[in-house]
């Protein structure tokens, strides 16, 4: 379930569903930017999916040194903050170090820790400082079980406002697997569970110098994650994944979005799954 600050306080509607944070991996353009959110919007209006538009304004984490990474800080904030304006919704975005929070906290309502930096005390407790949300990514290398001191770093600030993402586990190299059970296992913290089906679907740094992914495998693993109730689902889409300047190999294209959420709607408003 949901917890009530979301629909209190950030005015989001229909607390019946699963939330949807959704949108490009990172901002490369206003023009793709306000295209999939202007369209993310819309489908879950329709459908009456809360909705949390996404999407990085750095990459800090690339694999190569090669990899696009921002049209530049400033300018990728100032297109987050005019699309939070224009289509009046909440925003997520990452942050790496304790230094990026300020700024991001004056656009962003959700603070994202990445996978890679999900057991770093000084950065959870600050974004914790922060009074955003705080999405944790559990680690590739972190069992789900883990998370509860993770988030415990966030709360001890005083800060509740808090979710866990699993985004899937490392398994051998340049490869992920989602083991189910651990969902069930974080939501006994008592926070928010998101499925990230866009990650962990991913290769990680499988195709010679950046990462690539199975999406074919988006679909029924956010299918399972659903009939095993979890609370939301972080997915990340593009108009053109191909054409994407990064994750390009694990996005769901745009114009399947609404399909995919008709189903997983489905899935979790029966009352056999709860």
Excluded: W
Excluded at 195 to 204: G, I, L, N, R, Y
């Amino acid at each position: 379930m949901l917890p009530e600050y979301l629909f209190n306080e950030y005015n989001l509607k229909h607390p019946e569903n699963f939330l949807l944070i959704s949108g490009p991996c990172v901002v490369e353009s206003k023009s793709v930017v306000f295209k999939t959110c202007e369209a993310l919007k819309e489908i879950t209006n329709k459908l009456n999916i809360p909705f949390i538009f996404k999407s990085s304004y750095i990459k800090a984490n690339r694999t190569s040194a090669d990899s696009f990474r921002t049209m530049g800080i400033e300018e990728s904030l100032r297109i987050l903050s005019d699309a939070k304006k224009e289509f009046e919704t909440l925003i997520l975005t990452d942050v790496h170090s304790e230094s990026e929070i300020p700024d991001a906290a004056e656009v962003a309502d959700v603070l994202q820790i990445p996978a890679f930096l999900s057991r770093q005390t000084e950065l959870l407790e600050s974004a914790g400082r922060s009074g955003k949300i705080v999405n944790i990514k559990k680690g590739q290398f972190l069992a789900p079980e883990d998370m509860e001191y993770q988030a415990k770093k966030v709360s001890s600030t005083g800060n509740k406002k808090i979710f866990l993402t699993e985004r899937g586990s490392s398994f051998g190299y340049h490869n992920l697997v989602v083991d189910m059970r651990g969902l069930v296992i974080m939501s006994k913290t008592g926070y928010p569970v998101i499925f990230d089906a866009t990650h962990s679907v991913q290769m990680p740094s499988g195709e010679k110098g950046v990462s690539g992914g199975s999406p074919e495998f988006i679909t029924p693993l956010a299918r399972a994650a659903a009939a095993a109730g979890v609370d939301g689902f972080f997915i990340e889409t593009h108009p053109e994944p191909s054409k994407a300047l990064s994750d390009a190999s694990s996005m769901m294209k745009l114009d399947r979005m609404e399909s995919l959420l008709k189903q997983l709607s489905e899935i979790h408003l029966l009352k056999t799954v709860k």
